[in-house]
Every structure is written in structure tokens, then in C-alpha cells.
């Protein structure tokens, strides 16, 4: 793999998507810079890269434009597979806040087991929903699903 195949940036359209409070948009600007800092992101057909990637909503779907030396593709994908664990993600993250502020340490663990936990399963769905289309190794694939949770959260 070439060491080009990787993101350079990452927009989002924020007409098309919710508006953030302030700690949602702070949430959303942590994942992006993560997710620039370290990925491996190999779009299907693409020579090489690096790739600008623009997040945007399209009829209810989240839109993938990414463009690239001598290629530009986009790849809409219906979240309704992944509600589930975007929700349940987002209620064991407050679960996790609240464990923080006043749990033992035992308790804490083991929310933050379980929010792994299902941190890997959103990654592993969101890999395999965009199969064929954009290959992600396990930590692009967990730092996309941070994001993508971002995207969706509300204040």
C-alpha cells in the first residue's frame, strides 16, 4: 500500500447536516483532526492519493465525496443499518461521562468496556457498509464512526 493512500482533509457540509451545539461542533473538529492525522483510506479504482474527503447529507443518507489526483467519486450510504449502534454508542458515551463524575473505578471499566465495545462494532459495520466502495483498516474505521457519530448527535 502505497503511503499516499491516505486522507489530507476533511469538510463537512454543515447546511446538510444537524446544527452542532458548541461541545458537538468541538467533538466533530477532535474526530476530523484524529482522523487526518492517522488513516489509511484506499478508495476502490483510486492510483494513489491523498484524498480530500467532504461529508454531506443527501436525502437522508451520508454522502462520501472524495476527490483525489485524477479521480473524484461520491458513495451515498443509507444509515438506517447503522441507527442502532449509533444510538446505543451514544447512550453508553454519557453513561461513560457520568461514570467519570462519580463512579468507583470498577464501575468505570466496565462502562468503558462496553463503549469500546461497541466503538469496534460501529467501525466494523461502517467498514463492511462501505465495502467495495472505500477500504479502511480498523483504526480509520473506528476514527470514521467517531466522526460519523458526531455528525448525528444531538445537543
Known amino acids: 500500500m502505497s503511503?499516499?493512500?491516505?486522507?489530507?482533509?476533511?469538510e463537512i457540509d454543515a447546511a446538510t447536516l444537524p446544527a452542532p451545539t458548541?461541545?458537538?461542533?468541538?467533538?466533530?473538529?477532535?474526530?476530523?483532526?484524529?482522523?487526518?492525522e492517522q488513516n489509511s483510506f484506499i478508495p476502490e479504482g483510486a492510483e494513489g492519493g491523498p484524498y480530500a474527503l467532504k461529508l454531506s447529507s443527501q436525502d437522508n443518507r451520508l454522502a462520501f465525496d472524495i476527490?483525489?489526483?485524477?479521480?473524484?467519486?461520491?458513495?451515498?450510504?443509507?444509515?438506517?443499518?447503522?441507527?442502532?449502534?449509533?444510538?446505543?454508542?451514544a447512550l453508553i458515551c454519557e453513561s461513560y461521562y457520568e461514570a467519570l463524575r462519580g463512579s468507583s473505578p470498577s464501575q468505570i471499566e466496565s462502562v468503558d468496556m462496553g463503549r469500546r465495545g461497541l466503538h469496534n462494532e460501529g467501525a466494523e459495520l461502517l467498514k463492511s457498509r462501505l465495502e467495495g466502495k472505500v477500504e479502511l483498516d480498523q483504526e480509520t474505521a473506528r476514527r470514521l464512526f467517531?466522526?460519523?457519530?458526531?455528525?448525528?448527535?444531538?445537543?
Open 146 to 155: 467517531t466522526l460519523v457519530c458526531a455528525l448525528y448527535r444531538r445537543g
Open 22 to 36: 458548541a461541545e458537538i461542533d468541538h467533538q466533530r473538529r477532535v474526530a476530523i483532526f484524529d482522523l487526518v
Open 3 to 10: 503511503a499516499s493512500h491516505r486522507l489530507k482533509s476533511v
Open 67 to 89: 476527490v483525489g489526483p485524477e479521480f473524484s467519486r461520491t458513495h451515498v450510504l443509507s444509515l438506517s443499518p447503522m441507527k442502532t449502534v449509533i444510538r446505543d454508542y
